[in-house]
């Protein structure tokens, strides 16, 4: 059985950053409050070398916060696509883009809710339970145009369901009660300079890597 998955597809090897990450720069992850975050994105409508340069950052930037995914709005940018970097229940990696996704709806076969704790880089240090289907299938494109379709279970259905919830402007933090809300957002207060300094220090490490 294949140990990871490239854009939906089985690989027999893959380094431990994507390839996109090297050529990356780190942006700027906006957080939960700003306009961005809260309203839905634009179609993507050109595919071209500025969409390229766009994931490569977001690959980079999602290496540098330690996040399994990254929507394009949590860089300041509004156009529906996000990037993943995440293993599945079973250990298996996926890794890839999606642009222009959009969550299929699932039958009564596949809705078993999983309520397990879910963080985003865009509320940081925060973690709550959120009920989330345990299998997620998205259809969109890749970075040239191409149809893409993209299968998860488990913690990547999660991931898959949480970055395409982004793409319409919601962030995890809707889903929850307002009590639940505050107590993330108390989270977030606590924990948001160390998560920064975190950030930081990995930054740097990962530039050393690269001279």
Known sequence: MPRVFVQGNPVDY???LAPEARRGSVRRITEVGEEVLHKPCRDVTEFGPDLAALIDDMFLTMYVADGAGLAANQVGVDLRLF??????????RHVGHIVNPVLEPLGAGGRRLLDEGEGCLSVPGARMDVPRPDRAVVRGQDKDGRPLVVEGTGYFARCLAHETDHTHGYVYLDRL??????QALRQTADRREEVFARRAAKAAALTAQEH
Do not use: A, L, N, T
């Open 177 to 182: 009660s307002k009590r639940e809300r505050r």
């Open 83 to 92: 990037v993943y970097d995440c293993p599945d229940d079973d250990g298996i």
């Open 14 to 16: 893959y380094p431990r």
